[in-house]
């Protein structure tokens, strides 16, 4: 989990941006309720269906969306292992800052201790 250059960090860096516009957030926490069609995730935002297409170009790109086929439907899905990796990048540095307050915690409590 460090920042190295690699597959890796490049499709975290990808994921990362793509999540950084409210649009592709929406788009990613209305595809956690099911998969959807363009023109249905298109309905709740007042831009254009080719506007939304682009966005999911980006979110696919990212690898946080799939797309399938289904007759004339082409559906899209959210990709949860792509979350689980985003999830996991995070907790890594979480889980740090709450060894390091636990830490400082327990050094705060040892000092107020003193100064009983």
Partial sequence: MDATPGPKNDRLDRAFVALGDPVRRAI?????????TVNELAEP???TKQAISRHISVLEAAGLITRSRDGQRRPCHLDPRALEE?????DTYRLEAERRFRTLDAVLA?????VK
């Fill in 86 to 90: 985003l999830t996991a990048w995070i």
């Fill in 28 to 36: 990613i926490a209305r595809l956690s309720r099911g998969e959807a």
């Fill in 45 to 47: 935002f007042a831009i």
């Fill in 110 to 114: 040892a000092q107020m201790e003193q």
